[in-house]
């Protein structure tokens, strides 16, 4: 199975138990806090991916940094660490962030661009999205440097890629066909 798809199913079963828990709110948090964590921790995430520490101490480790998680959250670090799974953690939290907005009504959008996007023109592509879609839009930001130019827009399952990279690979593709 997928990485991708095992983390589905981890974040959908958290939420499903979440929801019937009413406490859906607070594991959202405390994936987001998450997410933030193991973004700006390269040494956390060593420790997680790291062959030679057992799956227990990874999660007991979890759970002493993140102490006021909610009971499910821990839990969640105890069946992925116990499934030898706990390297998918930030995957499955951003699937859980993203099943529990799309409940709310919500969708989150991902932009890649080359350069960070300033404050008016993130506002301006949130109201655009908002107008789209019809639903509250988060925007969720990430710089690839790569890209050239342009910026690579996800939401849901449509993508529309207007990169600088991407347009010169297509005419790279036009030159070589003819």
Do not use: C
């Amino acid at each position: 199975m997928s990485e991708a798809r095992a983390a589905s199913r981890y974040a959908k079963a958290v939420l499903d138990l979440a929801l019937e828990q009413k406490k859906a709110g607070d594991v959202e948090k405390d994936m987001q806090q998450l997410l933030d964590t193991l973004s700006g921790s390269d040494s956390l995430w060593e420790v997680l991916t790291s062959p030679v520490l057992k799956g227990t101490d990874k999660a007991s480790a979890l759970g002493a940094i993140f102490g006021d998680a909610s009971k499910l959250t821990v839990q969640l670090f105890g069946l992925l660490a116990e499934n030898k799974r706990i390297g998918m953690l930030d995957e499955v939290a951003r699937q859980y962030i993203a099943r529990y907005e799309e409940i709310k009504g919500q969708d989150v959008a991902h932009v890649t661009t080359a350069v960070p996007l300033t404050q008016a023109l993130e506002k301006k592509v949130l109201g655009q999205l908002q107008a789209i879609t019809g639903k509250d839009v988060t925007l969720e930001q990430t710089v690839d440097p790569e890209l050239i130019g342009g910026f690579v827009l996800r939401v849901g399952d449509l993508e529309y890629n207007a990169s600088l990279a991407h347009k010169l690979e297509n005419l790279k593709r036009e030159l070589v066909q003819k």
